[in-house]
């Protein structure tokens, strides 16, 4: 059983581009969050979605959007990239109706130049 | 306002002897507690959870949490280290009142293992 998968690896764009990461839930799970790791931080909550739709949100700008698709699976997008998003994206998805099992993929490492 | 405060950036320990990582949290009423730990290059492992009941948490890889109410505490502790262990730790809180499950995470502790 494939646990939580995110593509690609690791990125690198330059200030002003846009970026997409992906991320595969883990089998049977149909909730997906995405965090955002800076260096030496620890993760901070971006955004949940569920059933397609974004059902909470962090403290981030409005350049930051997802989706998620009817197979659970979702998409992080970054828009007018700054230096500042350089960070690890992580995904964790989990059942709805289990609040504390949340499982996380190993990220992907984005860098802004 | 609410906060996870690891006070530990970093922690050296002999293999073989015991660990513990402090977390205290600000909350309004008491949250669901978690202990994750992070390998290099790989995601968030759950250790331990806690949502009520026996204030002694038992996880997985032999750690333990202590959910301390008077002191606003969630201490994890293993009696016996081994170099395996080496990793960052991340306490994180959830309101019990969120049905989404937003995670709030600590800065992280990193446990370096000395032979």
């Known amino acids: 059983d494939a646990g939580v998968t995110q593509s690609p690896t690791h990125l690198i764009k330059t200030r002003g581009q846009q970026v997409t990461l992906r991320c595969s839930p883990k089998?049977?799970?149909?909730?997906v969050s995405w965090y955002q790791q800076a260096l030496g931080q620890g993760p901070q909550f971006i955004f949940q979605?569920?059933?397609?739709?974004?059902?909470q949100r962090g403290n981030f700008p409005d350049r930051f959007s997802g989706h998620q698709f009817p197979n659970y699976s979702s998409e992080l997008n970054v828009n007018a990239l700054l230096l500042g998003d350089s960070a690890l994206y992580l995904c964790?998805?989990?059942?709805?109706?289990?609040?504390?099992?949340?499982?996380f993929g190993p990220g992907t490492r984005l860098t802004v130049l | 306002a609410q906060s996870v405060t690891q006070p530990d950036i970093h922690i050296t320990v002999s293999e073989g002897a015991s660990l513990e990582l402090r977390c205290n949290y600000s909350?309004?009423?008491?949250?669901?507690l978690f202990w994750y730990v992070q390998s290099p290059g790989q995601g968030l492992q759950l250790l331990l959870k806690?949502?009520?009941?026996?204030?002694l948490v038992q996880g997985i890889k032999g750690f333990e949490a202590e959910f301390k109410r008077s002191q606003s505490s969630f201490n994890l502790r293993k009696p016996s280290v081994h170099w395996s262990d080496a990793a960052e730790y991340f306490c994180?809180?959830?309101?019990?009142?969120?049905?989404?499950?937003?995670?709030?995470f600590g800065a992280g502790t990193q446990v370096v293992v000395t032979p």
């Open positions: 964790a998805s989990s059942l709805l109706i289990s609040y504390n099992e949340q499982f």
């Open positions: 089998s049977g799970h149909d909730t």
């Open positions: 979605y569920y059933e397609e739709e974004e059902r």
């Open positions: 909350y309004g009423a008491t949250p669901y």
């Open positions: 806690y949502f009520s009941g026996d204030t």
């Open positions: 994180a809180v959830g309101s019990p009142t969120d049905s989404w499950g937003k995670l709030q």
